[in-house]
Structures are given as structure tokens and as C-alpha cells.
């Protein structure tokens, strides 16, 4: 059972504007913000974004995230049919002393 | 560039232990500021952390693993070690292992290795 609250899928057109949700509390993603990480089928996840809207070298600037509250968001601009993957979110949760991950959201580039 | 690689059985029978190794290049388990992590991945599903360890032992587990869950760790090898007990058919996954910035962003991931609990 997911931590974290992402819708499971977004479709959005080429070249278009994608903007995906996740959703925690004040212990998660409200305290220390969210990560955001890309996943291909058969390969291991990767980082895109840290604390919010850091981005490890050689990520795209067309990947941005911001958080509002306990809701935190990646946008992805000028969509590309290799954006078409799995998404997830995750967070330190100060609670649980846990991190925590979103269920996914599956992009689809139509 | 850093590199993780995990080993270990592909099959593992029903009501015994899981376990698996971590092996890292390029840099030192040692070197601080990170956790070494542990997340699992079922076929078709989501991901879950499993725990992380700093190099100096100290470990954090998810609540709902905690009673089957041991991570280890030995620096002479840069390595990092994972046993999960009394597995069922529902702990086949991939299982991958990954460096934790601030023990709360994954960043640098293996490929992962897929185990099947099956008798």
C-alpha cells in the first residue's frame, strides 16, 4: 500500500505539457518535499528531480518540480514519445521514520 | 561513476531466507552523507523501500518489513547485505539496491535482480 497518492495514469499529446500529482501529509512530502523518479519497463528507476526541484546532472530542464502544501508535482514540457514511462514520487516520512513511495503514474505520449 | 550491483539467489523456497548482496564501485561506502538502500518491486507493481543502513551500522526499516528485515553491511568489501525472512510467494520481486542522499532521495540504482519465491 502506497504512502503517497499519484493518480494512476496521465495521456497527454506530443509536445504537449504533462504535470503529475503527488500527494502526502505534513510529515512527507510537506516536510522535506518530495523526489521524483523515472522508470522505463525492464530497467531500474531513475532520479529526476530531489527536494523539490533539484535536478541531478545531465536531467532535462524540460523536467521541473514544485511543491504546494503536501502536494507535490513534476512538470514535464515538450513531451517526447521517450517520456512515455512510469513515474513515482517519494519522501522521507518523519513519522514513520520511512521512506515512502507514490503507487506510480504511467505516462502515456499519444 | 558510481556503480551498484546486486547478487544473490534467483529462487528462494516458501518459509525461508531471502538473501542478497550489494556490491559498490566507483566510491566508498564509507565516504558519508548516504544511506545504501533497499527497495522491491513486484511484477507489474509499484515500488517499496525495504530499509537502508549507514556505513556505520545504524539502520532504518519499513514498519510493515521490520520483523523479517536485517540489513548489514561490511566496508572492507563496500559492500551491503539484505536478509529477509519467512518469504512467501508474495515477496517475489525485483529487488533492488540504491544510494540514499539524505536517507530520502534514491539516486544512484542497481539494475536489480529478480527473486522468485517458489517451491
Known sequence: QAGLTQPPSVSKGLRQTATLTCTGNSNNVGNQGAAWLQQHQGHPPKLLSYRNNNRPSGISERFSASRSGNTASLTITGLQPEDEADYYCSAWDSSLSAVVFGGGTKLTVL | ?119
Open chain 2, 1 to 119: 561513476q558510481l556503480q551498484l550491483q546486486e547478487s544473490g539467489p534467483g529462487l528462494v523456497k516458501p518459509s525461508e531466507t531471502l538473501s542478497l548482496t550489494c556490491t559498490v564501485s566507483g566510491g566508498s561506502i564509507s565516504s558519508g552523507n548516504y544511506y545504501w538502500g533497499w527497495i522491491r518491486q513486484p511484477p507489474g507493481k509499484g515500488l517499496e523501500w525495504i530499509g537502508s543502513i549507514y556505513y556505520s551500522g545504524s539502520t532504518y526499516y519499513n514498519p510493515s518489513l521490520k520483523s523479517r528485515v536485517t540489513i548489514s553491511v561490511d566496508t572492507s568489501k563496500n559492500q551491503f547485505s539484505l536478509k529477509l525472512s519467512s518469504v512467501t510467494a508474495a515477496d517475489t520481486a525485483v529487488f533492488y539496491c540504491a544510494r540514499t542522499g539524505a536517507n530520502s532521495f534514491l539516486d544512484y540504482w542497481g539494475q536489480g535482480t529478480l527473486v522468485t519465491v517458489s517451491s
